[in-house]
Nanobody
Framework: QVQLVESGGGLVQAGGSLRLSCAAS????????MGWFRQGPGKEREFVAA????????YYADSVKGRFTISRDNAKSTMYLQLNSLKPEDTAVYYC???????????????????WGQGTQVTVSS
């Protein structure tokens, strides 16, 4: 059973940065396409970024493109999300997700993913 654990959330001022981590265990991390989603107060869960299992192809939501960077280190079974130029509207619980994937395919729908972490809170103050 694959387990995903997020860390790195916190309180930051607008314009600041954070780096989220998602540590995987219980399965072959290199076989999984991965993604980040977020759910703000009173909002539905939304796609943030995705990375393929091979060749590290990435895809971003328009709202975070140019500010956030997704990456992975298969040797450490860990995925990252670098959040720069944070805005108050980025406030949300951030979730990492994983699924068995095709080589360089990224997945943007929450329903595509098999495994989920418990989430980490990111709060951006104005």
């Amino acid at each position: 059973q694959v387990q995903l654990v997020e860390s790195g959330g916190g309180l930051v001022q607008a314009g600041g940065s954070l780096r989220l981590s998602c540590a995987a265990s219980g399965g072959p991390f290199g076989s999984y396409a991965m993604g980040w989603f977020r759910q703000g107060p009173g909002k539905e869960r939304e796609f943030v970024a995705a990375i393929s299992k091979t060749y590290a192809r990435t895809y971003y939501a328009d709202s975070v493109k140019g500010r956030f960077t997704i990456s992975r280190d298969n040797a450490k079974s860990t995925m990252y999300l670098q959040l720069n130029s944070l805005k108050p509207e980025d406030t949300a619980v951030y979730y990492c997700a994983g699924k068995s994937g095709v080589y360089y395919t990224t997945y943007v729908r929450a329903t595509d993913y098999e495994y989920w972490g418990q989430g980490t809170q990111v709060t951006v103050s104005s």
